[in-house]
């Protein structure tokens, strides 16, 4: 399946957890009224009524779904919020500690390479075993959390291999479905949270018939949470397993490396350290880790994750332990930072195109894929950032100032006009001071820096990113035009520093117009000025070419700032498979001539971003070259 493809089968496992979770309820309720008939029968001396199973029933139902509701409310934030239940903290991008520099530099990569917005980092200081996890409601909030046992156990090639298998459910929108089960499965063990605190409460009353119903009660429903505890497991694995074995697979792919991942499930098995989680959270996050983290019986029927030597044989049928552990080193090398930098040669990147070779269809596949090269082009784009640039993406102050940098234009005196427009404030005279560092950078660099520069800004106190959009529409307004690349880097950190939620419901009949809005923007984008001063005969070859996979006329729309950010808020609410055309539409239109340039590579890669859809970087062999 293709990423839209698996956007639309986690929707569909959605339906079918609350399926599930009606029938565990039911479940519930029906073992609640057996116990609350058998109890009224032993105090009251009397059959019970049809009434009191009615009144049981409702009252079960109702404690179910507030306590379900309260849960899926506290996780509104997402992958931070279920980061803070386990207690980890998070990794501060200017972090001194090696084990977690190197977790960062592992997780840049695979972000820029795969065209997601950096995650947020979280270490669980307190778990020593060898586990991991991702969540979030989208793409572009996701976090990644280890253990310190992971960071501590592993080499830089089996962390990067459970890294790769987190960012498969990053990729596959596991994660939307693994936090929503956290919420809605807490209900149906709520009750046997009850009936120990009823337990507890009745040690030492001297009510005697009466404190031993109220025991034999709390009795009675601390099994009952067992029943709950076994439907909640049930329907986890149900729905976790197999895309345990999915993550494990894309792991594979996405490093090129078997041993990785194979490596690191033979450490869980060999270095005593194990997988289980103390974390009092664990039992309802279960299905979420790398690697079991609480004990289980009957592992084969509830179990949320394959035997791991089943899963080290699916993908790695070749393994051969005793040879793997005997060139492993003993201990970890953290002097291997990640690849050598790229040779720059120069010249500057914003002009750049190159055949493009594959269809729409083709193009389309690309979106939320991850592959070994491109990760390497990550690791090696990232290690070449002058040092300056790189320390200043550490910190949210210096990180907004680079952003500001980026769009700073030459000569001297074109900037000096564009920093006084932004007024006299500290955010501009950073900005000055690295524009220096920052001019020397091609066109390729500038989106993976904004994500680099976003990671350390969505944690930041909110006056921050305020003063760096308005900073930053000061700087581009100046000259009173805008360009390509200037719409889309504000574009950007106006969708990621104030993201907002839009149910994806919609029909692309239902927002035709502002499909055609970014159709045209995608017509344009690459065309290039005649003589004239007029665009190229291509535009209308692009229109067509877009608009016949839309199904509509080529559009004739009058562009504008305003009306393209309103098509772009708009068209979050497409459906998975509904963006999937809009994609296949743009990518039609951007390569009508056969080639691509960097204008709508950006073009798209902004589209994705917004509309949680990542594309990889497009012209990663190329710039290559020519950096």
Request: aromatic share 6%; net charge neutral.
């Amino acid at each position: 399946m293709n990423f839209f493809e698996h956007q639309g089968a986690a929707r569909r496992n959605t339906k079918l957890m609350v399926v599930l979770f009606v029938l565990a309820v039911l479940a519930v309720i029906a073992a609640v009224d057996i116990v609350l008939g058998v109890v009224y029968a032993w105090t009251a001396e009397q059959p019970p009524t049809a009434s009191l199973f009615a009144l049981g029933a409702f009252a079960t139902a109702l404690l179910i779904l507030c306590v379900s509701l309260f849960n899926i409310a506290r996780l509104a934030e997402g992958g931070v919020a279920v980061a803070r239940m386990v207690g980890a903290r998070r990794v501060a991008p200017d972090t001194a500690d090696p084990l977690e520099r190197r977790l960062r530099n592992v997780v840049e990569e695979m972000a820029i390479a795969s065209g997601v917005r950096v995650p947020e980092v979280y270490v669980m200081d307190a778990e020593r075993g060898i586990n991991a996890f991702a969540a979030g409601w989208d793409v572009s909030g996701a976090v990644v959390a280890v253990t310190r046992g992971t960071l501590e156990n592993l080499t830089r090639d089996e962390l990067q291999g459970v890294v790769a298998h987190e960012f498969s459910h990053v990729l596959n929108g596991d994660m939307r479905l693994n936090v929503r089960m956290i919420g809605v499965l807490a209900g149906i063990v709520f009750i046997g949270s009850v009936g120990e605190f009823l337990m507890r409460s009745m040690r030492g009353s001297r009510d005697g018939k009466g404190a031993a119903g109220f025991m034999l009660a709390g009795l009675a429903l601390f099994v009952i949470g067992f029943v709950g505890v076994f439907f909640a497991r049930l329907i986890k694995a149900a729905l976790a397993r197999q895309r345990e074995f999915l993550a494990d697979a894309s792991s594979v792919q996405f490093t090129r490396n078997p041993d990785a991942i194979a490596g690191a499930l033979d450490q869980i098995r060999s270095s005593g350290a194990g997988t289980l989680v103390a974390n009092r959270y664990a039992e309802e996050m279960s299905h979420m880790f790398f690697a079991p983290a609480v004990r289980m019986r009957f592992a084969g029927l509830l179990g949320t994750h394959p035997p791991l030597d089943e899963r080290i044989r699916r993908v790695h049928p070749q393994f051969q332990l005793a040879e793997y552990r005997a060139r492993r080193v003993s201990k970890l090398p953290l002097e291997r930072g990640g690849p050598p930098p790229l040779e720059q040669k120069g010249r500057r990147a914003s002009d750049i195109s190159t055949a493009w070779g594959r269809t729409p269809e083709q193009a389309l596949a690309l979106i939320g894929t991850l592959d070994a090269a491109k990760v390497d082009f990550a690791g090696r784009l990232v290690a070449t950032l002058p040092t300056a640039v790189r320390a200043s993406l550490e910190k949210p102050d210096s990180a907004a100032a680079v952003m500001v940098a980026l769009l700073l234009a030459e000569p001297v005196d074109a900037m000096e006009r564009q920093l006084e427009a932004a007024g006299e404030v500290p955010l501009a005279a950073r900005a000055r001071e690295l524009a220096g560092a920052v001019r020397g950078l091609g066109a390729s660099f500038h989106l993976p820096v904004v994500d680099l520069a976003l990671a350390a800004l969505k944690p930041a106190p909110e006056p921050l990113k305020k003063e760096l959009l308005a900073v930053l529409e000061a700087v581009i307004n100046a000259d009173r035009r805008v360009s390509l690349h200037e719409f889309v880097v504000l574009t950007l950190v106006r969708d990621q520093l104030f993201p907002r939620k839009t149910p994806g419901q919609k029909k692309l009949v239902e927002l035709k117009s502002e499909a055609g809005i970014l159709l045209a923007l995608a017509a344009h984008a690459g065309q290039r000025l005649d003589a004239t001063g007029t665009r190229e005969a291509g535009v209308q070859a692009s229109l067509d070419a877009g608009a016949a996979i839309l199904g509509i006329a080529a559009p004739q729309v009058e562009l504008s700032l305003e009306n393209v950010h309103a098509a772009l808020e708009a068209l979050r609410a497409l459906a998975p498979l509904e963006k999937a055309v809009l994609v296949k539409a743009l990518f039609a239109a951007a390569t009508a001539d056969g080639t691509i340039r960097v204008a709508e590579a950006e073009l798209l890669r902004l589209v994705g971003a917004v509309l949680h859809c990542p594309v990889p970087p497009l012209l990663d062999s190329l710039l290559l070259e020519s950096l």
